[in-house]
């Protein structure tokens, strides 16, 4: 699972390391023979063979094919093709939120670890960073916003820590009912303030 | 063509009227009743937002209810203060003030997503929609300092013996009915509340349910194919059993009404394996018509000291049991208000569907709970399965643009 946050906290969302990144994070959905399709590879095949009793051996090529395209996103990070445009910057900081609540948090990417909560706390943790790297931008546009944002982001958090036990991320079915629904407002609300960021940023502060 | 019994009766029908009512037959133990209307229920663009009481219960009434609603049930999330709650609150009543209006949404011009969705066009019309506000027995757990203020009769929904709760589907701290002419009203309705609300409550429930129009005349049916609130209290009679008025009842709960909602799935393959004779001795009623089995027209009132053992409509028929017409249960009457309702199929390929039920009243334990409680293992049990919904307390009326939901309860 460290790997995955990892993954996560690299702010890979909206498809944005392309074909590349697909070889590392992609799910089986959409695949010809879903689960058994040899297109499906890297860090949720690998959760998958964990999960559903295959062996080592059956796994260790997965795990090297995985070394191998991971270095190959690493090596092509600063190519137009993976990098990409830099104005995506600004949709970036609502997308990593946008895509944790419809891909984690619905359970649709879920190969058996059922590690929503701890995969979304990873994306609000980059969502910081990049808020950070558009903050100016934003600050001299409405100056509140930041703040309402950060302080949405810490009750996100917040709730997400609260779906642990014994300070251990848990399996998402195993979570209460009212603590899934803390983390459903807290998510909605931080997305609600999110989404004015990315029009904002189309028009300059005198508009 | 709208004319009544008692005009017949004193010849003053005449020609194709006339000649269609003198093929009924008075059977005796009928008595004519207030006239019966053809007409189908009357659709309004708009219905008041403001006013003592809140509107979606006898605003229009049950005879005239939109012919589209969604009942959804709320959760306020762990971590909402007192002062969130008031917020909450005046955000209800301000996107309930503008909807149940229509007009423009305001523009906010190309720094933000739009304030509307466009689900209805640019310019949002009322369409006929009201929203009505209940609290469950919940909020006045210690959260919010409220306990002292619960109104006397609310508390959980009870399990009667024939049910199936499922958790999933029960209770809530809040409710909020919906109704409108138009479905997309609905949805339109749901999304904006949701939009404005989303960090604070969360949805436990919801479901969608329709009217069906007069088929071919009368109260709307049910899924079972009976007419269904045929005997609801109208008028004056109404306000007098649906508004609390009891000085023992908080001050700020003047005004209101107890919710009872209870989503009950019909088990339709089975029921049209049933003989008709079945399905009407279980009802009390002719499932053609909707008249009492002892009379000739769906308004007619059954008359049960002609009939006290129960030969022409059985003792343990539905409406029998459900409304005995004695002087002492004349105050357990309550005002139906409910909807058809589909959602798919089970997992042997039966469809799930059913029956909304929604009943306002003054006192839930004197009259809701009186009368299912007389229904208890009635021989209607083995074809409806009672699964979901939940007690609430329907708010006073926002009574002017400086009110807001539960002011008086909150402040």
Not at chain 2, 2 to 8: A, G, I, K, Q, Y
Request: proline share 7%.
């Amino acid at each position: 699972m460290s790997a995955q946050l990892d993954w996560e906290r690299v702010g890979a969302s909206y498809d944005s390391f392309g074909d590349e990144g697909l070889a590392v994070d992609g799910l089986p959905a959409g695949l010809p023979n879903g689960v058994n399709d040899k297109d499906f590879t890297g860090l949720h095949r690998i959760e998958y063979g964990l999960y559903h009793g295959q062996s080592a051996a059956q796994l260790l090529p997965v795990v090297d094919r995985l070394s191998a395209d991971v270095a190959t996103v690493q090596k092509d990070l600063t190519t137009d093709d993976e990098a990409g445009d830099a104005t995506n910057l600004p949709l970036r900081v609502h997308e990593i939120l946008e895509d944790a609540l419809r891909d984690h948090l619905s359970g649709i990417d879920n190969q058996g670890a059922g590690m929503a909560y701890a995969e979304t706390y990873a994306d609000s943790q980059v969502t910081r960073v990049v808020l950070g790297e558009v903050a100016p931008l934003v600050n001299a546009r409405i100056p509140t916003l930041v703040p309402t944002i950060t302080a949405q982001l810490d009750t996100l958090q917040a709730a997400l820590l609260a779906t642990q036990s014994d300070g251990h991320w848990q399996q998402a079915a195993a979570v209460s009912w009212a603590a899934r629904q803390r983390v459903d407002a807290a998510i909605g609300a931080v997305l609600e303030s999110l989404s004015i960021e990315p029009d904002l940023l189309e028009v300059p502060p005198t508009h | 063509m709208s004319f009544s019994r008692r005009d017949f009766l004193k010849g003053a029908v005449v020609g194709a009227a006339g000649t269609a009512l003198t093929g009924g037959v008075l059977i005796g133990g009928a008595h004519a009743d207030a006239s019966s209307t053809d007409t189908a229920p009357a659709a309004h663009d708009a219905y008041p937002f403001h006013g003592p009481y809140q509107s979606g219960i006898l605003t229009p009434g049950p005879a005239d209810k939109q012919n589209y609603s969604t009942f959804a049930a709320y959760d306020i999330v762990e971590g909402t203060t007192k002062n969130n709650v008031i917020d909450l609150m005046k955000t209800l009543t301000q996107r309930a003030r503008f909807l149940a209006a229509g007009g423009t949404p305001p523009d906010l011009g190309v720094s933000q997503p739009p304030s509307d969705s466009d689900i209805l066009g640019p310019q949002v019309p009322a369409d006929g929609l009201t929203v009505t506000l209940g609290i469950g027995s919940s909020l006045f757990d210690d959260r919010f300092g409220l306990t002292a203020q619960k109104p006397e009769k609310l508390t959980l929904m009870k399990a009667f013996p024939n049910d199936s709760p499922d958790p999933a589907w029960l209770h809530g701290d809040l409710s909020l009915q919906l109704c409108a002419n138009h479905p997309d009203t609905i949805h339109h309705t749901i999304r904006d509340i949701a939009k404005h609300t989303r960090g604070i409550i969360q949805p436990r429930w919801k479901i969608e349910g329709y009217n069906s129009p007069p088929r071919p005349t009368g109260t709307s049916r049910n899924l079972l194919g009976f007419k269904d609130g045929t005997a609801n209290p109208t008028g004056t009679e109404a306000q007098s059993l649906v508004w609390v008025d009891d000085p023992a009842e908080p001050a700020w709960a003047q005004g209101g009404s107890y919710q009872v909602i209870r989503i009950i799935r019909m088990l339709v393959e089975f029921w049209d394996r049933v003989s008709i004779n079945e399905q009407e001795t279980m009802f009390g009623r002719r499932r053609d018509s909707g008249a009492p089995l002892d009379g000739n027209n769906e308004f007619d009132t059954p008359n049960y000291k002609a009939d006290p053992h129960g030969n022409v409509i059985p003792l343990d028929a539905h409406i029998r049991l459900a409304n005995p017409r004695t002087p002492q249960t004349e105050n357990q009457r309550i005002i139906r208000r409910s909807y058809n309702y589909d959602l798919g199929v089970d997992t042997n390929g039966n469809i799930q569907a059913g029956h909304i039920f929604v009943a306002y009243q003054q006192d839930i334990q004197r009259q809701f709970e009186t009368i299912q409680s007389r229904l208890i293992n009635e021989p209607l049990i083995d074809y409806v399965q009672p699964f979901g919904g939940g007690y609430f307390y329907a708010l006073p009326g926002v009574t002017d643009t400086d009110d807001w939901y539960a002011r008086r309860l909150l402040t």
